[in-house]
C-alpha cells in the first residue's frame, strides 16, 4: 500500500512560481500529477518514470512545469513557472504499481488528498 502527502500549495500571482512535493510512503514506481479545476474533469499535468529519466508533460504546461524525484527521499516534485490563472486547479500526486508510465487517470491506483494552487490574474 502506498500513502501520498502533497504539500506546496497556495496562492500566487500570474506569472509567478509555485513548486509543489509529494511525500510517498511505501514502494513506488512511475508517479505523475493530476489537477482538476472546478467543474471539470482530472486531468494529466505530469508523469516520471521510477528512475527519473523518463517524463512527460501536459501541453498545456510544457516548458513551463517541471516534474522531478528523488528516489532516496521517496518523493516527487512539480515545479511550476510562469502560472497563469487556468493553472488554478487541485493538484494531485499520484503513483503506480507499476514501471509503466501512465498519463491516464486509471493508470494510478494510489492518490493523494490534493493540494489547492490558486493563481490570480
Known amino acids: 500500500q502506498v500513502q501520498l502527502v502533497e504539500s506546496g500549495g497556495g496562492l500566487v500571482q500570474a506569472g509567478g512560481s509555485l513548486r509543489l512535493s509529494c511525500a510517498a510512503s511505501?514502494?513506488?514506481?512511475?508517479m505523475g500529477w493530476f489537477r482538476q479545476a472546478p467543474g471539470k474533469e482530472r486531468e494529466f499535468v505530469a508523469a516520471?518514470?521510477?528512475?527519473?529519466?523518463?517524463?512527460f508533460y501536459a501541453d498545456s504546461v510544457k516548458g513551463r512545469f517541471t516534474i522531478s524525484r528523488d528516489n532516496a527521499k521517496n518523493t516527487v516534485s512539480l515545479e511550476m513557472n510562469s502560472l497563469k490563472p487556468e493553472d488554478t486547479a487541485v493538484y494531485y500526486c499520484?503513483?503506480?504499481?507499476?514501471?509503466?508510465?501512465?498519463?491516464?487517470?486509471?493508470?494510478?491506483?494510489?492518490w493523494g488528498q490534493g493540494t489547492q494552487v490558486t493563481v490570480s490574474s
Open positions: 499520484a503513483a503506480s504499481g507499476t514501471i509503466v508510465v501512465s498519463t491516464t487517470i486509471t493508470g494510478y491506483p494510489y
Open positions: 516520471i518514470s521510477r528512475s527519473g529519466v523518463r517524463s
Open positions: 511505501g514502494r513506488t514506481f512511475s
